[in-house]
């Protein structure tokens, strides 16, 4: 830029470059010249950055597109997968209660024989009485964990 003005003033100075264009107005021509050049740089600069400008947002859209898509895709593994998570732990939780009924089922049946059991060893006749204390005994530390009433048949 500096070598540019040197040579402008230079012609300004010299008289057989001095006849036309803006060269005869001296240093405001010179001026004039430069800021003409300088505005011309500024007009080309901005429409370059522009037009970059112009790209990286296009390339970003596409980016923001591809990654959108992504992400849908993903969202629907996701629902899918969730769907098949929802749908097992609901197929195990039913099991789980099937089992616990089976199990209550079982505890159920095996407090009645108990209780049938001592029913029926009390009405053993008193010849047996040591072996009726025994078999009670026996059911005592059986029972011990049942609550030993008969079931209601609903």
């Given at each position: ?12 100075t010299d008289p057989a470059m001095n006849q ?63 769907q098949r998570f929802i749908n097992a732990t ?22 009645q024989i108990l209780i049938e059991l001592k ?36």
């Open positions: 830029m500096l070598l540019v003005l040197t040579v402008l003033l230079q012609q300004v036309d264009g803006w060269f005869q107005y001296g240093l405001a021509g010179v001026l004039a010249s430069l800021i003409y050049l300088l505005l011309k740089y500024i007009k080309q600069r901005d429409k370059h950055d522009s037009d970059s400008a112009k790209q990286r947002s296009e390339m970003y859209r596409e980016d923001n597109r591809a990654r959108d898509d992504r992400f849908a895709d993903a969202l629907k593994s996701i629902d899918v997968s969730g609901n197929s195990n939780i039913e099991k789980f209660v099937q089992l616990v009924n089976k199990v209550m089922e079982q505890g159920n049946y095996q407090t029913t029926i060893v009390s009405k053993l006749p008193g010849e047996f009485r040591s072996l009726k204390e025994d078999i009670n005994e026996h059911l005592e530390k059986l029972s011990m964990n049942y609550d030993l009433t008969k079931k209601d048949d609903q």
